[in-house]
Nanobody, 120 residues
Framework: QVQLVESGGGLVQPGGSLRLSCAAS????????MGWYRQAPGKQRELVATITSGASTNYADSVKGRFTISRDNVKNTVYLQMNSLKPEDTAVYYCNADLVLLGNRGYDSWGQGTQVTVAS
């Protein structure tokens, strides 16, 4: 069994910062891409940022210059540093990981989601 456990969400004022973490555990051989997605009420889930195993990153235009994705390959953890937060960043944030399990089986895993609310 594998799981992704997210932490770090919460309520923050506009202009503030939050750091999300997502740790993968279980029968994992390796991890390819990791990423963060978000879903606001009444909207579809959208990509926020992704990072490859070699640390190449990709960001949605709406978060470029404000958010930074990083990962610790030893801890199987991906982070999302969010600065200069805006009310429109309010959403449930989901972690995603492209896993290679023991036995060389691929598995696309999702976290349970963590709420981020930006409001005064």
């Amino acid at each position: 069994q594998v799981q992704l456990v997210e932490s770090g969400g919460g309520l923050v004022q506009p202009g503030g910062s939050l750091r999300l973490s997502c740790a993968a555990s279980g029968s994992i051989f390796s991890i390819n891409n990791m990423g963060w997605y978000r879903q606001a009420p009444g909207k579809q889930r959208e990509l926020v940022a992704t990072i490859t195993s070699g640390a190449s990153t990709n960001y949605a235009d709406s978060v470029k210059g404000r958010f930074t994705i990083s990962r610790d390959n030893v801890k199987n953890t991906v982070y999302l540093q969010m600065n200069s937060l805006k009310p429109e960043d309010t959403a449930v944030y989901y972690c995603n990981a492209d896993l290679v399990l023991l036995g060389n089986r691929g598995y696309d895993s999702w976290g349970q989601g963590t709420q981020v609310t930006v409001a005064s």
